[in-house]
């Protein structure tokens, strides 16, 4: 029995120094492959630091060289000691270049960067100098004390900022600002056309300030932001409009033709026209468009007074419309107006908003589509009848002008 006990311990002891073993020797090998990564890792980052400096040293001595030779020989075009060429292909297609820049320097602004490293940046700087030239001019210029040259009148940025509110206060119906960047300008504007791309046609006509003008441009420009927005815009997901009084009218007409010729300032047949002649309005007064200060979007108010022929109450009720217009690119126009009836009691409990959506059907034809909503502002036993009325109101107001306007664009 006793010996039955001690084979029994030495088996117990020899199972824990077994397991003892067991865990010593996967530590060991848990520890062996880390250390074992780390060192690979170690002598990937010694060859990546080593094959820098190379680069490194490469480059600079390529640069040394560079200089030297052109030293040497008196005959060969100097090139910039900041210009680095990766080979001949690319050191003959920089002489062009090399020339701009050496015109750029000490006639254009745009002066505190170094020469461009690649031929890329280099073509990017001539093409940024050359929009400069060509909208601007010859500019007076100076030097400071570290030989910058700079602009004395204004800095080029203040200039497109001046010459984007002197747009925005000519020609109302513009989608985006031009950009502050001249490089951003170029890159959206496709190199020298930044110009006529984001100003349109010029004459050169100049101002007090020496800004250059346009005089002579179309109203309607396109971008792809603009584009962008009117499908947003035109799908129904900026506004709920709960009927529609016109769907997909076409007019023969474009776009530009349709705006100039009801609802620009100088229309041709304006509100106004319409107003008199359809429906008998009278005492129509209409101010014109102001810039809400975006560039976008232009605000003006209507105000008239409208025969009814209700039994009872005014014979005549002054009306009030707020017009909001939004130009977006060559892809539409949308006409968005909120009509209150003041100082008539009842009347003046709700507000009809409606929207107009004016888009080129093809190069000659325009596609209108108009939708509206009675919207109560005030709590009225009359609700009903109310909202019933202004909804057929509302579609007669536009069948009447979806034939109207085809009668006199025929007059054209």
């Known amino acids: 029995m006793p010996q039955f006990n001690r084979d029994k311990t030495t088996n117990t002891w020899e ?37 820098l400096r190379n680069s490194a040293s490469v480059l600079c001595w390529s640069h040394f060289l560079s200089r030297y030779r052109t030293a040497k020989n008196s005959n060969a075009p100097k090139k910039d000691s900041n210009v680095f060429y990766r080979n001949e292909k690319d050191k003959e297609k920089d002489d062009s270049l090399n020339d701009v820049y050496k015109q750029r320097s000490p006639t254009f602004i745009l002066k505190q960067t170094m020469p461009s ?12 100098d050359s929009v400069v ?11 400071d004390e570290e030989g910058y040259v700079f602009e004395e009148e204004t800095s080029l940025q203040e200039r497109l900022k001046n010459i984007y509110k002197q747009r925005s206060s000519i020609f109302m119906l513009r989608r985006t600002k031009p950009s502050l960047s001249l490089k951003n300008a170029a890159t959206n504007a496709v190199m020298n056309s930044v110009v006529k791309a984001y100003f349109g046609e010029y004459d050169r006509s100049e ?32 506004h709920s409009y709960g009927e529609v009084a016109i769907k997909d009218k076409i007019f023969e007409c474009n776009l530009d033709t349709f705006f ?23 005492d129509v007064s209409i101010s014109e468009w102001k810039d809400s200060g975006d560039g976008f979007t232009m605000k003006r108010r209507v ?5 009814t022929n209700a039994r009872m109450g005014p014979k005549v009720v002054p009306i009030t419309k707020e017009q909001v217009i939004q130009k977006y690119g060559t892809h539409g126009i949308s006409l968005s107006t909120t009509t209150r009836i003041i100082g008539v009691p009842i009347a003046d409990s709700f507000v009809i908003e409606d929207r107009i959506l004016i888009s080129p059907h093809d190069k000659k034809r325009t596609v209108m589509t108009a ?3 009675v919207n109560f502002v005030k709590t009225t036993l009359f609700k009903k009848t109310l909202e019933k009325d202004s909804r057929q109101g509302m579609k007669d107001y536009w069948e009447v002008f979806s034939k109207w306007a085809p009668r006199v664009i025929e007059t054209f």
């Open 303 to 307: 105000t008239y007074q409208h025969p």
């Open 371 to 373: 939708q509206f909503s």
């Open 260 to 282: 100039t010729s009801f609802w620009s300032n100088s229309a041709k047949f304006p509100l106004s026209t319409y107003l008199n002649e359809m429906w008998n309005d009278t």
């Open 133 to 143: 030239k060509a909208y601007f001019g010859e500019v007076r210029q100076d030097k």
């Open 15 to 51: 199972v824990r120094i077994r397991t003892i073993l067991m865990k010593t020797a996967t530590h060991f090998l848990v520890f062996s492959s880390v250390f074992g990564i780390l060192l690979v890792l170690l002598r990937l980052d010694q060859t990546a630091f080593a094959s």
């Open 117 to 128: 490293v690649s031929l890329k940046d280099a073509a990017a700087n001539a093409i940024m």
């Open 207 to 238: 101002d007090e300030k020496g800004i250059v003008l346009e005089e002579k441009t179309s109203l309607f420009e396109d971008n792809v932001p603009s584009e962008n927005a009117w499908i947003e815009l035109s799908s129904g997901k900026n």
